[in-house]
């Protein structure tokens, strides 16, 4: 392999991929879908005018770690504070599953036997670094009240690109630019998502035939977010689980149709909570608004890619979330589509949560934050977004 040309050739159609998530999204309003009051059972049909296809990167287990304990009062975020070492990575030694395997590249995807995808990574230092210092004037706007929170989201490269394609040059680390970002950041906790998912690499947390995690690799990161944030957290108990198999995600269109991957479909599963909540959809410039449940069924939707869609149906709303819990805890998450399937394992986590999308708000994000008493902002999204052109977006909606 060339390797250099490689990375440059596929990092460019991966954020190009990435860029395009969730397809172009349309800025009206789906028909509102009435929510049950208690969202077990199933999930809501698709809003008969939806947003487009989650078709680009940015993007059985049960958890066995208990809920949190901590319920104590912390009404008051500054006192939630913490002093973080701003590095993402414990010094435990990962290595990757499937260490020996051998890939080919098809289209910009490096395929692996069983037909696992994953989009190559290698992108310079300055984005990411701008990223911080956007993260850092969110801080500077928003002052000392409320906790301000990194989580830039390791890609399947992290956990099953055997070693040698990076001893090979074929694909960069991320770790070392999720590291750059955090020693960039001043007043920011850093949310250390790869120590929360490499000991569970064996378990299903990212989807093989997708550019996504799943939704259990989110909760994992969740729970990791919910420790730091001193909030309490639902186990796994707490949901109900559904499935759906024929899976093929994005990366089977991204690999040309590789047939290691057609060949070898797997389940897209979801876990919907079971607590009470609503959720509220507005127009990205909050013009309109309509009430509706934060999943969709996949039935309703054109192609096993757009499955990712029973999340929110998509990233071109804002999303308010009441979840009737009095923690005295507010939390925004600045995202991309990464967070659709993190937000829904902190209902039991905050009060009200907003979920805005940094690609397609219209409106002024600190203004949102301090308009609704945010106590918490996240800012969420993987590798792919916060060090490349996704970023940008972040300050243009200062």
């Given at each position: 392999m060339n390797t250099k040309k490689i990375i440059s050739a596929v990092v460019?159609?991966?954020?190009?991929?990435?860029?395009?998530?969730?397809?172009?999204?349309?800025?009206?309003?789906?028909?509102?879908?009435?929510?049950?009051?208690?969202?077990?059972?199933?999930?809501?049909?698709?809003?008969?005018?939806?947003?487009?296809?989650?078709?680009?990167?940015?993007?059985t287990a049960v958890s066995t770690?208990?809920?949190?304990?901590?319920?104590?009062?912390?009404?008051?975020?500054?006192?939630?504070?913490?002093?973080?070492?701003?590095?993402?990575?414990?010094?435990?030694?990962?290595t990757p599953p499937n260490n020996n395997q051998d890939g080919e590249?098809?289209?910009?995807?490096?395929?692996?036997?069983?037909?696992?995808?994953?989009?190559l990574y290698g992108i310079g230092y300055e984005p990411g670094r701008n990223y911080a210092a956007t993260v850092n004037k969110y801080k500077e706007e928003l002052g000392k009240n409320v906790n301000v929170y990194?989580?830039?989201?390791?890609?399947?490269?992290?956990?099953?690109?055997?070693?040698?394609?990076?001893?090979?040059?074929?694909?960069?680390?991320e770790l070392p630019h999720i590291d750059d970002i955090n020693e960039n950041l001043y007043g920011i906790i850093p949310i250390d998502v790869f120590s929360a998912l490499k000991g569970h690499v064996e378990e299903d947390i990212f989807y093989r035939t997708d550019h996504h995690w799943t939704q259990l690799g989110a909760y994992?990161?969740?729970?990791?977010?919910?420790?730091?944030?001193?909030?309490?957290?639902d186990d796994l108990s707490a949901y109900d689980k559904y499935e759906k198999d024929g899976y093929l995600g994005t990366l089977y269109g991204s690999s040309e149709q590789n047939p290691e991957i057609g060949n070898?479909?797997?389940?897209?599963?979801?876990?919907?909570?079971?607590?009470?909540?609503?959720?509220?959809?507005?127009?990205?410039?909050?013009?309109?608004?309509?009430?509706?449940?934060?999943?969709?069924?996949?039935?309703?939707?054109?192609?096993?890619?757009?499955?990712?869609?029973?999340?929110?149906?998509?990233?071109?709303?804002?999303?308010?979330?009441?979840t009737g819990l009095n923690t005295g805890r507010k939390l925004m998450i600045l995202k991309d589509s990464y967070a659709d399937s993190l937000t829904c394992n902190l209902f039991g986590s905050f009060d009200d949560i907003w979920i805005v999308d940094m690609r397609y708000c219209e409106t002024s994000a600190v203004q949102l934050a301090k308009d609704n008493g945010i106590t918490d902002l996240l800012f969420c999204s993987?590798?792919?977004?916060?060090?490349?052109?996704?970023?940008?977006?972040?300050?243009?909606?200062m």
């Amino acid at each position: 392999m060339n390797t250099k040309k490689i990375i440059s050739a596929v990092v460019f159609a991966g954020v190009l991929l990435l860029t395009a998530c969730n397809g172009e999204q349309q800025n009206s309003a789906p028909v509102s879908v009435p929510q049950s009051s208690s969202a077990v059972s199933t999930t809501e049909s698709a809003p008969t005018s939806t947003a487009s296809t989650t078709t680009s990167a940015e993007s059985t287990a049960v958890s066995t770690t208990e809920s949190s304990s901590d319920t104590s009062d912390t009404s008051d975020a500054s006192n939630v504070i913490i002093s973080a070492d701003n590095t993402s990575t414990d010094a435990t030694p990962f290595t990757p599953p499937n260490n020996n395997q051998d890939g080919e590249m098809s289209g910009s995807i490096l395929v692996l036997p069983g037909g696992r995808g994953i989009m190559l990574y290698g992108i310079g230092y300055e984005p990411g670094r701008n990223y911080a210092a956007t993260v850092n004037k969110y801080k500077e706007e928003l002052g000392k009240n409320v906790n301000v929170y990194s989580m830039v989201i390791p890609t399947q490269v992290s956990f099953y690109l055997p070693e040698k394609y990076f001893d090979e040059g074929v694909s960069d680390r991320e770790l070392p630019h999720i590291d750059d970002i955090n020693e960039n950041l001043y007043g920011i906790i850093p949310i250390d998502v790869f120590s929360a998912l490499k000991g569970h690499v064996e378990e299903d947390i990212f989807y093989r035939t997708d550019h996504h995690w799943t939704q259990l690799g989110a909760y994992y990161a969740a729970q990791a977010f919910a420790n730091t944030a001193k909030v309490p957290f639902d186990d796994l108990s707490a949901y109900d689980k559904y499935e759906k198999d024929g899976y093929l995600g994005t990366l089977y269109g991204s690999s040309e149709q590789n047939p290691e991957i057609g060949n070898n479909p797997e389940t897209f599963f979801w876990y919907v909570p079971k607590r009470d909540y609503t959720a509220t959809y507005y127009d990205p410039d909050l013009s309109n608004s309509f009430d509706g449940g934060y999943f969709f069924n996949p039935d309703n939707f054109g192609s096993t890619a757009e499955w990712n869609l029973t999340y929110m149906c998509g990233d071109g709303h804002i999303v308010h979330v009441n979840t009737g819990l009095n923690t005295g805890r507010k939390l925004m998450i600045l995202k991309d589509s990464y967070a659709d399937s993190l937000t829904c394992n902190l209902f039991g986590s905050f009060d009200d949560i907003w979920i805005v999308d940094m690609r397609y708000c219209e409106t002024s994000a600190v203004q949102l934050a301090k308009d609704n008493g945010i106590t918490d902002l996240l800012f969420c999204s993987c590798t792919f977004s916060a060090t490349a052109d996704n970023q940008y977006r972040l300050g243009e909606i200062m």
